[in-house]
């Protein structure tokens, strides 16, 4: 059994920036996660992807975060980390991991609030 737990939301002026992290655990190798990825949810809209990291090091962002986000990871502490800088309001949601596990397994997390706001 593999867990996810995210960190790192907060409340933060338009501008600023937070660190999100996600953390695994359970029955696994760091090489036994294959891709990680990032998704968020704001009130009344659908979840959508923001970014992803596979285990050769190819990243990928959907256009709205492209240059302000930087996703990475860590394999050793099996966590990935979502940099968020000149964060918006639109920004506003809640952030939820998700983790490729033995190249069939999904995972995710129960996802961490992030609120910009003057």
């Known amino acids: 059994q593999v867990q996810l737990v995210e960190s790192g939301g907060g409340l933060v002026q338009p501008g600023g920036s937070l660190r999100l992290s996600c953390v695994a655990s359970?029955?696994?190798?760091?090489?036994?996660?294959?891709?990680w990825a990032w998704y968020r949810q704001a009130p009344g809209k659908e979840r959508e992807f923001v970014a992803r990291a596979n285990n050769l090091g190819t990243t990928n962002y959907t256009d709205s975060v492209k240059a302000r986000f930087t996703i990475s990871r860590d394999d050793a502490k099996l966590t990935v980390y979502l940099q968020m800088d000149s964060l918006k309001p639109e920004d506003t949601a809640v952030y939820y991991c998700n983790a490729l596990v033995f190249d069939i397994l999904k995972y995710w997390g129960q996802g961490t609030q992030v609120t910009v706001s003057s």
């Open positions: 359970g029955a696994l190798f760091s090489d036994s996660i294959n891709a």
